[in-house]
């Protein structure tokens, strides 16, 4: 069965220094990962995937993530934090040849200035 | 280009009446799903359509809960009779499927928030 683990219910982190959200995931066969934003009342949009190849790959707004698969981790990550990066963080796992995304509980990144 | 369309945004009503939330996808996704989000239960996967017709509805909570999909512009999510543990956030969101990988992802509206009192 597949599972998405983000260990980290808030994030705090100061503007201007880096920021890592964590995810774990389990699934049968190869992985498809994403990572969504969710602001306040709005729908989650999609940050970035991780489908095949570079295990970095980079996204919206300066994100980046991590691919391990000994890990079997996909930690979202990003240099310098902005305050306008405060949101609700969710990962998400599909393995290939499904259709079934199964999302992580999200985690809430604040950002202080 | 125009992005998921949810109506209403926000809609209070009494318990037992019936509720019809709508979305429209965006133009050439061929992959339809609707979420439901709370609290204390997270995102939840309620039903998935590919290309107009209904492939799992196991997330669907009971029979009080249909969804259709007439064609490939208007998708309906109904709640008949509603109860107050039906409140939540509803989202719709599509994807376009090329069939060999399904890579692509999702595109979410900004939601229904349904009160139910």
């Known amino acids: ?113 | 280009d125009a992005g998921v369309i949810q109506s209403p945004r926000h809609e209070v009503t009494e318990m037992g009446q019936e509720v019809t939330l709508r979305c429209k996808p965006i133009s050439g996704h061929n992959s339809l799903f609707w979420y439901r989000q709370t609290m204390m239960r997270g995102l939840e996967l309620l039903i998935y359509f590919n290309n107009n017709v209904p492939i799992d509805d196991s997330g669907m909570p009971e029979d009080r809960f249909s969804a259709k999909m007439p064609n490939a512009s208007f998708s309906t999510l109904k709640i008949q009779p509603s109860e107050p543990r039906d409140s939540a956030v509803y989202f719709c969101a599509s994807s376009f499927d090329a069939g060999r990988g399904l890579d692509q992802p999702q595109h979410f509206g900004d939601g229904t928030r349904l009160s139910i009192l």
């Open chain 1, 1 to 113: 069965a597949q599972s998405v683990a983000q260990p980290e219910d808030q994030v705090n982190v100061a503007e201007g220094n880096p920021l890592t959200v964590k995810c774990t995931y389990s699934v049968s066969g190869n992985p498809y990962l994403f990572w969504y934003v969710q602001y306040p009342n709005r729908g989650l949009q999609f940050l970035l995937k991780y489908i095949t190849g570079d295990n970095l790959v980079k996204g919206s707004y300066g994100f980046e993530a991590e691919f391990n698969k000994s890990q079997t981790s996909f930690h979202l990550k990003k240099p310098s934090a902005l305050v306008s990066d405060s949101a609700l963080y969710f990962c998400a796992v599909r393995n290939t040849g499904g259709f079934k995304t199964i999302f992580g509980a999200g985690t809430r990144l604040f950002v202080k200035a």
